[in-house]
């Protein structure tokens, strides 16, 4: 029986839509998603039929696993506790995106211990597993209202190219599949780099739309400085912080990227683009450091979610990000360990700007004895 398409560029309610795909993967049939990268067909991860007929559909040999798609980056901690660093970063940088991460779950340890047998054998016959959470938002929609993941695959036969249109996976997998989404063209045309991450690195398993340089990048740890103008005291602490850590690797801090570390700076109420005061930036050439290219930046998002350590000048800036972005609570201290805060030297004599880098310093430096940069 030749599947139903929906188009969903043509839906008047796409309430239904999730609704029909979630009852389709829930009765042990396959449901043909849209991606960002390629059209994926999937079985619900609780339905031993279900990942056989995906077998069936795929023509594969039951020794190549599937990926399992899930709701976030959160909830990849529930089906792997202990991730890893590397890929905690990955997962918070890239997700909803085009990367599968392929970890180590532990062997009865998580949710992923709790699907069927048969199931286990399909997405983790190694002891590891591939996550993916797709960019995709009627994807994202079923995962939420479904009980459990999506053992999710390409949507072609073994061998053959991948489908990034609807039609395309009608044609490679036509009866096996119950229902199939149709969203036009995948934006990328080309699979997900798939990872394998542990607290060693990261290395490119499959080559996709995220290239081995980007996923360097990706998975470096990131530490970040904040002040309120991103003008005196978080660029002083950003150089200074570099060097120190330098030091403590034993590199330059023009090697610290290629030591997988990033450090950076931002003003919860900066103006962007504007240029460190001259006081600062005497300051730090005193001790050999350079501030003339600086350009403030304003706190975001994006910065909050990437950084793997969040420095504030005061408490006042750190429960200002809490109020904002709660779920980083455990990423955002104080730069002085003791909770104090290092008040604002602007408009002050250099001598005062001179006194807040020496504490800005005395307190880093404790901080990077207690960092693991790895």
């Known amino acids: 029986m030749p599947p139903i398409v929906i188009d969903l560029r043509q839906a008047d309610d796409r309430r239904d839509v999730v609704h029909r795909a979630v009852q389709t993967l829930a009765e042990g049939r396959l449901v043909v998603f849209p991606t960002e990268t390629v059209y994926g067909v999937g079985a619900s991860a609780r339905s031993s039929i279900g990942v056989e007929k995906l077998f069936e559909a795929k023509g594969r040999s039951v ?13 990849a901690h529930d089906y792997v506790p202990n991730m890893g660093k590397v890929a905690e970063r990955l997962a918070r940088r ?3 995106g085009p990367i599968t991460l ?3 779950y532990g062997e009865g340890r998580g949710l992923v211990s709790q699907l069927p047998k048969e199931v286990q054998q399909a997405v983790a016959p190694q002891g590891t597993v591939g996550l993916r959470v797709p960019a995709n938002d009627v994807v994202l929609e079923v995962l939420r209202m479904l009980a459990g993941p999506i053992a999710l695959t390409s949507a072609n036969r073994t061998g053959e190219p991948a489908a990034v249109t609807a039609e395309q996976a009608v044609e490679a997998l036509g009866d096996h599949v119950g229902l199939v989404l149709d969203d036009g063209p995948s934006r990328y045309g080309q699979p997900s780099t798939v990872v394998l991450a542990s607290d060693k690195g990261c290395r490119c398993l499959r080559e996709g739309v995220v290239g081995q340089n980007a996923l360097d990048r990706l998975s470096s740890m990131i530490v970040l ?9 978080s660029p002083m602490a950003e150089v200074i912080m570099r060097q120190l850590i330098a030091k403590k690797l034993g590199c330059t801090d023009a090697e ?12 919860i109420a900066a103006a962007p683009g504007c240029k460190p005061s001259p006081e600062a930036v005497a300051v730090v050439k005193e001790k050999g450091l350079d501030l003339t290219n600086h350009e403030s930046q304003p706190l975001t998002e994006k910065l909050v979610r990437h950084a793997d350590l969040i420095l504030t000048m005061t408490t006042s800036h750190r429960h ?7 779920d980083a609570s455990e990423r955002i201290q104080t730069v002085r360990p003791d909770g104090a805060d290092i008040n604002d030297p602007i408009g002050g004599p250099a001598a005062v700007y001179r006194a807040c880098a020496a504490e ?15």
């Open 94 to 96: 890239c997700w909803p």
């Open 63 to 75: 020794d190549a696993p599937f990926a399992l798609a899930i709701k976030s980056a959160e909830e």
């Open 360 to 374: 800005v310093e005395n307190a880093l430096e404790q901080r990077v004895e207690e960092i693991d940069f790895c």
């Open 225 to 233: 400085l904040v002040c309120t103008g991103n003008t005196c005291r």
């Open 102 to 104: 392929v970890v180590d």
């Open 320 to 326: 200002a990000i809490l109020r904002r972005w709660p």
């Open 256 to 267: 610290l990227e290629q030591r997988n570390v990033i450090v950076a700076s931002a003003g």
